[in-house]
């Protein structure tokens, strides 16, 4: 059973900037394509960016493009988020899973507020 552990999130003024981690337990880290997948109060989770296996990635809307870069390390079987010029509707909760069907078990993903 895969684990994953997301970290970095937090309170961040608009404009502001984080970076997202998300450390993937198991060997075959590398064969995946993972993704970022966020959900914000009352909403349902969605897909924001994914990563191929060798490093190609897509961006699911337009309103994170130039903002948002995934990125990551098989080395470390960690993927990021580079989140920059945040915006107060891109708080919700951010969890990695794998692309396109996540493993069962979710991490518990990790918390981006956006506000003055």
């Known amino acids: 059973q895969v684990q994953l552990v997301e970290s970095g999130g937090g309170l961040v003024q608009p404009g502001g900037s984080l970076r997202l981690s998300c450390v993937a337990s198991?060997?075959?880290?590398?064969?995946?394509?993972m993704a970022w997948y966020r959900q914000a109060p009352g909403k349902q989770r969605e897909l924001v960016a994914r990563?191929?296996?060798?490093?190609?990635?897509?961006y699911l809307w337009d309103s994170v493009k130039g903002r948002f870069t995934i990125s990551r390390d098989n080395a470390k079987n960690t993927v990021y988020l580079q989140m920059n010029n945040l915006k107060p509707e891109d708080t919700a909760v951010y969890y990695c899973?794998?692309?396109?069907?996540?493993?069962?078990?979710w991490g518990q993903g990790t918390q981006v507020t956006v506000s003055s």
């Open positions: 899973n794998r692309y396109p069907l996540p493993f069962t078990g």
């Open positions: 198991g060997s075959s880290f590398s064969d995946y394509t």
């Open positions: 990563v191929t296996s060798g490093g190609t990635t897509n």
